[in-house]
């Protein structure tokens, strides 16, 4: 019985693993795809916008 204790563990992280890639890999695209990018988008501008405006008052 040893030997079910010891394997049990890598199995479950295994299937658990799978289960996430697989859930990672549905949700790629879709419906969604466009409002995530211009999330990330709208991220990028004010992070680029605060970068530019800390370079201004420094110089």
Avoid: H
């Amino acid at each position: 019985m040893d030997y079910v204790a010891a394997l049990v563990p890598p199995v479950v992280m295994a299937v658990a693993f799978t289960a996430l890639v697989v859930t990672i890999i549905k949700s790629q695209g879709g419906a969604n795809k466009a409002k995530e990018d211009a999330i990330v988008d709208a991220a990028l501008a004010r992070a680029e916008a605060a970068q530019q405006a800390a370079k201004g008052t420094t110089a």
